[in-house]
C-alpha cells in the first residue's frame, strides 16, 4: 500500500489506498447460507482452511453487521426477494460473492423453480465456479474480490 | 416460467392450472388480508415492483387460532419442564415471532412462525419452500445416466445415500445384480457418510448450543472423510459415484490405509466429544427432557432415524429391509428411551461407532472382483475395451448419448440415511428417462413433527429441538 | 400374510398385486373406499406413515394417481396403495385424521400436481408461493427453463 516511505518514519499514501486497504482488511460476512455450497463456507471456516488468516472469519448473522454476502447455493424463487431484503439491509460499502454454480447460474437445475443467477436480484461482484466449489476456491474468490477492491476496480 | 410454450401435447384435454373454485377463493382472502398486514408494515414504499409479483407468502403463514383446528398430535405431549397445564393468555397477549429463513440456527432456510405466551411457544408453524428446487421435474427430464447427478444434491449432506437409494430404485427396475465388490464398496461408502453426517450434526448441535468450539472440532473430523471422498469421487460433495449398475470407479490405491487412519482420527474425537458434552451440565440442562415425542407420534408423523430410535423404536432399514450385503456386517441399533434431544445426541454418537465398526468389517472382508455389473447396456465398458473394440465403443456411445430403458413399472425403494427412511419411487413408462421420481426424504417429515416437539415448551428450546432434528434443508424442499 | 388376506376380504372392490423387489403388496384402491381402507390398513397393523405422492399419467384414465406408502413395524412389511383421481375433478379426502403425518405430503401433492384432499385442515400450496399459477408437476407444464445462450460471452466473439 505504501507508495513512499518517508526519510524519518513516514508512511506517505493517497487516502484512497488507505480506504481501500482498510476494507479489505475486515471484511464480515453475513451468512447467506443455502444449500450444498454452506456448508463448504462453514468448512472454509473451520479448523482445516481457517478463514480467520484473512482477517474475516467473523460470520455474522446480522446483515447490518456485514460487509460482504456470500451467496452459497441455490436460490428459489420463493428466496429470491428474501435475498434482496438482507442485502437491502446490508450497510454501504457491501460487496457479493455468487458462490457456486447453482447461484452464479441456476447450476444444472434450469427449471421453474430457481432464480437462473443471482445477478438477477443483486449486483454481483465476484463469481465462483464449482458445484460446490471448494473451500480453496472460496478463498481464492474472497481474495480476487480483496484485490479488486484494493485495485479501486469496484468502486462504492 | 409458467407462460414457457414447449407444453406437452396430448390427446386427453388439458384440464386448468387453477385450483377450484372455492378454495382459491378462501386461501386468496387469507392471502389478501395477509398482504394488507405486509404492505402496512413490512414492505413500505421502498420494495421494488417486479418484487410484489412473489412476495406474498400469506396464507401459508399461520392462520388465525380460531381458524385453525389443532389436532391434538401437534400439541406434542407433557415434558417436565413444559408448560402445557398453565392457563393460556388472552389472544391479545400472544406475540407473533417470525424466525428465518435467514437465521443461523434453522440449518438453512428453515421459517418458523411462533406464537409466543411471554417465554412459552404456544403454536409452531414451520414454513418450508425456500429452497425448492424442482428436482422432481428436472428428474423427468434427466436419463437414469444422469439421474444420479440430479439426486445426489437433494440431501447435500448424505449424497451417497441419495445416490444409493436411486440407484437401488433403477436397478430393482432393471432386474440388474451387484457384484459383491460392488456392494461392499457401497456400504463403505455409504457408512463412512452417515459418519460425516453425523459430525456436521455434532458441530452443529453443540455451537446451537453455545459450544462453537464443536464447531470447530465436528468439522474438523469431518474433513479426514472428505479428503478420502474426494481421493476416490474426486468431489468433496454432490459425488456421483454411486450409479445405477455399480460404482462409478474402483477404490484408490492404499484405501485400507486411508480407513485406518480415518477410524482413528474418528473415534478419538468421538471420545473428544463425549468428554465435552457428556457431563457439561449447560448441554444436559438444555437437552434432557427438551423436544419430546412419543413412539405413537413417531408413527403417526411419519418420523423415522435417529429421532424415532431416540424415542425407543427399535427401527432400522438396515435391519429391517436389507439392501446391498449390509446384512452381512455386524451391528447394533442402538435406541432411547425418553424421545428427548439428549437421548438422541446418545443414539447418533452410538451410530457413529456403529458404523466405524461396520466400516472396519468393510475393510477386513472387502471381497474381489468386479466393482460394477458387466451388463455393458448399464455399465459403460472398461475404457481399455473401448480403442480395441467397435461394440465396446457403440455401447459407450449409445449409453452416454441416449442412455439405457427400463422396462415399465414402478418401485419404492428405501435405505436408511443418516436422518431416517430416504424411499426413491421412481414411475418408468419404459423408456430413459423416469415418468415420474418422487423422492421420500425424512428431514420433511421431521420439519413436519416440530410442532409436536416444541410447542409448549421454552424459546431457548427451539435452536436445541431443531439441531436435534438436523433437518438438511435440500432434503425437504428438493 | 394375514393382514393382507384380511383385508382383501373386507374390500373386494380392492385389487392385491404382489411386487417381489422389494417384497410388498401393492393395492389398487377405487376413490370412494380410499379413507375407509386405510383406516382398515391401520387398524390391521400399517400404523406407519411412510409416504404420500401424486403422479401425473397424462393419457390415462383417471390421470392422477395418489399412491401412499404405509408401514408396519411389527411385521416388517410394506403396503402401497394407489389411487386413481380424475383430471375432472381432481378431489380425495384427506387422511390427515388418521395419519397427521399427510398434512405436509398433501399439501405438496395439492401444491405440485393440484389434486385437492377434502378436509384437510390447511391446504394450501407448501413449497412454492402463494400466488403461483399453476401446478409445476403435471406433465402438461413445462420445465420453465430458460434458453442458454453462450454467445454473449466476450471469448465467443
Known amino acids: 500500500m505504501a507508495h513512499r516511505s518517508g526519510p524519518s518514519g513516514f508512511l506517505l499514501t493517497t487516502y484512497d489506498t488507505a480506504v481501500n486497504w482498510t476494507r479489505t482488511r475486515s471484511m464480515w460476512t453475513a451468512t447467506f447460507g443455502l444449500a450444498c455450497c454452506a456448508i463448504e463456507m462453514m468448512a472454509t471456516g473451520a479448523a482445516h ?79 465462483v465456479p464449482g458445484c460446490p466449489p471448494g473451500p480453496q476456491s472460496l478463498m481464492h474468490g474472497i481474495l480476487t474480490l480483496q484485490d479488486k477492491v484494493m485495485s479501486g476496480e469496484i468502486t462504492r | 416460467m409458467s407462460d414457457t410454450p414447449n407444453v406437452v401435447t396430448g390427446d ?19 392471502a389478501e388480508n395477509r398482504r394488507e398486514v405486509h404492505d402496512m408494515w413490512v414492505a413500505g414504499s421502498e420494495e421494488p415492483g417486479w418484487m410484489r409479483s412473489y412476495t406474498d407468502e400469506g396464507a401459508q403463514e399461520m392462520l388465525d387460532a380460531g381458524d385453525e383446528p389443532v389436532q391434538e398430535i401437534y400439541r406434542g405431549t407433557v415434558v417436565t419442564d413444559d408448560f402445557i397445564e398453565d392457563e393460556p393468555a388472552d389472544d391479545d397477549e400472544l406475540q407473533i415471532l417470525n424466525m428465518g429463513p435467514q437465521h443461523p440456527s434453522t440449518h438453512g432456510v428453515l421459517r418458523l412462525h411462533l406464537e409466543l405466551d411471554g417465554e412459552t411457544i404456544r403454536r409452531v408453524k414451520p414454513i418450508i419452500g425456500y429452497l425448492h428446487t424442482g428436482m422432481e421435474k428436472t428428474a423427468e427430464t434427466l436419463t437414469y445416466m444422469q439421474g444420479s447427478t440430479n439426486v445426489t444434491r437433494m440431501d447435500y449432506l448424505s449424497p451417497m445415500h441419495m445416490e444409493l437409494a436411486f440407484s437401488l430404485a433403477v436397478e430393482s427396475l432393471l432386474g440388474v445384480e451387484i457384484p459383491e465388490r460392488g456392494q461392499a464398496i457401497r456400504i463403505l461408502l455409504t457408512e463412512l457418510n452417515r459418519v460425516s453426517s453425523h459430525l456436521v450434526w455434532a458441530a452443529t448441535q453443540g455451537t446451537d448450543l453455545g459450544a462453537v468450539s464443536m464447531l470447530i472440532y465436528g468439522l474438523r473430523d469431518r474433513e479426514y472423510i472428505l479428503q478420502f471422498f474426494e481421493k ?70 411419519g418420523v423415522s432415524g435417529p429421532i424415532a430410535r431416540g424415542s425407543g423404536i427399535n427401527w432400522d432399514l438396515r435391519k429391517a429391509f436389507p439392501y446391498s450385503g449390509i446384512e452381512k456386517y455386524d451391528f447394533e441399533v442402538p435406541t432411547g428411551k425418553h424421545g428427548d434431544v439428549w437421548d438422541r445426541y446418545i443414539v447418533r454418537i452410538e451410530e457413529i461407532k456403529q458404523s466405524l465398526g461396520i466400516v472396519r468389517q468393510v475393510l477386513e472382508t472387502m471381497p474381489a472382483g468386479d466393482y460394477r455389473t458387466e451388463d455393458r447396456k448399464v455399465t459403460p465398458p472398461p475404457r481399455k475395451r473401448i480403442d480395441e473394440s467397435m461394440e465396446a465403443l457403440i455401447h459407450h456411445f449409445k449409453l452416454f448419448t441416449s442412455g439405457f430403458k427400463a422396462p415399465a413399472g414402478e418401485t419404492y425403494r428405501a435405505v436408511e440415511s443418516p436422518r431416517g427412511e430416504l424411499g426413491m419411487y421412481i414411475v418408468s413408462d419404459g423408456r430413459e428417462r423416469p415418468w415420474r421420481m418422487h423422492a421420500r426424504t425424512p428431514s420433511f417429515n421431521h420439519v413436519q413433527a416440530l410442532p409436536t416437539m416444541m410447542t409448549d415448551s421454552l424459546v431457548a428450546d427451539i435452536v436445541a429441538t431443531i439441531a436435534s432434528c438436523d433437518p438438511v434443508l435440500g432434503d425437504v424442499d428438493r | 400374510m394375514s393382514i393382507y388376506s384380511s383385508l382383501a376380504d373386507a374390500f373386494p372392490s380392492v385389487e392385491f398385486e404382489k411386487v417381489l423387489d422389494p417384497p410388498q403388496d ?113 406433465k402438461d407444464y413445462a420445465v420453465g427453463s430458460v434458453p442458454v445462450r453462450f454467445k454473449e460471452s466476450p471469448k465467443a466473439q
Request: net charge negative.
Open chain 1, 49 to 127: 482452511n481457517d478463514l480467520a488468516r484473512f482477517g474475516m472469519e467473523v460470520f455474522r448473522a446480522s446483515p447490518r453487521q456485514a460487509d460482504l454476502m456470500i451467496v452459497a447455493g441455490r436460490v428459489s424463487q420463493k428466496m429470491a426477494p428474501v435475498l434482496r431484503q438482507v442485502y437491502d439491509q446490508m450497510s454501504e460499502p457491501k460487496w457479493v460473492i455468487s458462490m457456486g454454480a447453482c447461484a452464479s447460474t441456476g447450476g444444472m437445475f434450469n427449471n421453474y423453480a430457481l432464480v437462473q443467477g443471482v445477478d438477477e436480484v443483486v449486483p454481483v461482484d465476484v463469481y
Open chain 2, 12 to 30: 386427453l384435454e388439458a384440464p386448468t392450472t387453477e385450483a377450484p373454485q372455492e378454495l382459491s377463493e378462501s386461501t386468496s382472502e387469507v
Open chain 2, 232 to 301: 476416490t469421487t474426486g468431489l468433496r460433495m454432490n459425488h456421483n459415484f454411486i450409479r445405477p449398475g455399480g460404482v462409478a470407479a474402483d477404490l484408490p490405491d492404499g484405501w485400507e490405509e486411508d480407513i485406518e487412519q480415518i477410524i482413528g482420527k474418528v473415534e478419538q474425537g468421538v471420545s473428544e466429544y463425549e468428554e465435552l458434552f457428556n457431563g457439561n451440565p449447560i448441554f444436559r440442562d438444555r437437552t434432557i427432557g427438551v423436544g419430546v415425542i412419543t413412539p405413537e407420534e413417531c408413527k403417526a408423523l
Open chain 3, 26 to 138: 401393492v393395492a389398487h384402491v377405487p376413490a370412494a373406499d380410499y379413507p375407509e381402507f386405510v383406516a382398515a390398513a391401520k387398524t390391521a397393523g400399517f400404523d406407519v406413515f411412510a409416504d404420500l405422492c401424486g403422479v401425473d399419467y397424462l393419457r390415462r384414465d383417471p390421470r392422477f394417481e395418489v399412491v401412499l406408502n404405509l408401514l408396519s413395524y411389527s411385521e416388517s412389511a410394506r403396503l402401497r396403495i394407489r389411487v386413481g383421481v380424475p383430471a375432472a375433478d381432481p378431489k380425495l379426502a384427506s387422511i390427515t385424521d388418521l395419519f397427521p403425518g399427510a398434512n405436509f405430503y398433501e399439501r405438496e401433492a395439492f401444491d405440485l400436481f393440484g389434486v385437492v384432499f377434502e378436509g384437510h385442515p390447511d391446504l394450501t400450496r407448501i413449497v412454492l408461493p402463494d400466488d403461483w399459477e399453476g401446478h409445476p408437476l403435471r
